[in-house]
């Protein structure tokens, strides 16, 4: 049996859908937001503190944080029947989706661009992905690159929409029962 990887746009319930789903299937949880900010805490490096992944992000630049998500994503290929919830961009990255295709099946959570959008844009502050001089527009340039790459590599898509986690949770599970 393979890792279910979920991944999807930013708040569209990789997280919590995560959890529930490995509650339910007795499986190891495993969040690669939180991979991250343990990698960044190194004191061999000089970094002496916990950061969140949007510290890291804001701190740091895009670069970096990219560099410390690969490394994640390599340290858990180790995991073996997980359910793996990745960062919204994780997958964008070709050898990110690659090394989680070798041991996953990919499920893309799809949730809509309106429901999507009213979830970031309420968030205090806006999310580090989203350029502050240009919200709008960089989040409507993030959400065509990414739905189409999401579209491409997804083994199963499940719609979120306004469902509820448990809703989402049951069908992931039954759908990744046929592969």
């Known amino acids: 049996m393979v890792n279910i990887v979920l991944f999807g746009f930013k708040s569209c319930g990789k997280s919590s859908t995560g959890k529930l789903l490995a509650k339910k299937l007795h499986r190891t949880f495993v969040d690669v937001d939180r991979v991250i900010e343990d990698l960044y805490f190194n004191p061999l490096l000089g970094r002496h503190k916990t950061l969140s992944c949007v510290e890291i992000f804001r701190q740091h630049g895009e670069e970096f944080f990219r ?99 448990e809703e989402v949770a049951d069908e992931v599970s039954s759908l990744s029962h046929e592969f």
């Open 67 to 165: 560099a410390l998500e690969r490394d994640a994503i390599r340290k858990i290929r180790l995991v073996k029947q997980g359910v793996v919830a990745t960062g919204g961009g994780a997958v964008a990255d070709y050898y990110n989706h690659i090394e989680l295709k070798k041991n996953g099946l990919l499920v893309y959570l799809k949730a809509s661009k309106q429901i999507l959008k009213q979830r970031l844009f309420s968030m205090t502050p806006l999310p580090a992905i989203l350029d502050p001089l240009d919200p709008e527009g960089s989040f409507e340039e993030l959400y065509e690159e990414r739905v189409a790459i999401y579209e491409r590599i997804a083994d199963i898509v499940v719609e979120t929409g306004s469902r509820s986690i």
